[in-house]
Nanobody, 124 residues
Framework: QVRLASSGGGLVQAGGSLTLSCTLS????????MGWVRQAQGKERELIAT????????RYADSVKGRFTISRDNAKNTMYLQMNNVKPEDTALYYC?????????????????WGQGTQVTVST
């Protein structure tokens, strides 16, 4: 059974940093697009970062570009989201996601594999 287990969320002050982790079990990263989706209370899901299945291409939403970095460690079967210079508007439930070959709008709508979500709260 394929499973994504995310961790690393918590309370952080504005301007600080946080690293989220997501460990994949049941298969390897091979031919899996990976990403992070967040959902703030009362708002729609937002795809904020993606990593191609080959691991060479990253994409970011404008809201996090230049502050967040997505990466993965194949040996640990773990994906990361490094969050720097966080802002109160980054407060949300963060989900790691995976889907065959790439992350699409269908993934954001619920297809593929989803972690359980980890809460990030940024205080002023």
């Amino acid at each position: 059974q394929v499973r994504l287990a995310s961790s690393g969320g918590g309370l952080v002050q504005a301007g600080g940093s946080l690293t989220l982790s997501c460990t994949l079990s049941g298969r390897t990263f091979s031919r899996l697009g990976m990403g992070w989706v967040r959902q703030a209370q009362g708002k729609e899901r937002e795809l904020i970062a993606t990593l191609s299945w080959g691991g060479s291409t990253t994409r970011y939403a404008d809201s996090v570009k230049g502050r967040f970095t997505i990466s993965r460690d194949n040996a640990k079967n773990t994906m990361y989201l490094q969050m720097n210079n966080v802002k109160p508007e980054d407060t949300a439930l963060y989900y790691c996601v995976a889907d065959d070959t790439q992350i699409t709008s269908a993934t954001v709508a619920g297809r593929g594999y989803w972690g359980q979500g980890t809460q990030v709260t940024v205080s002023t």
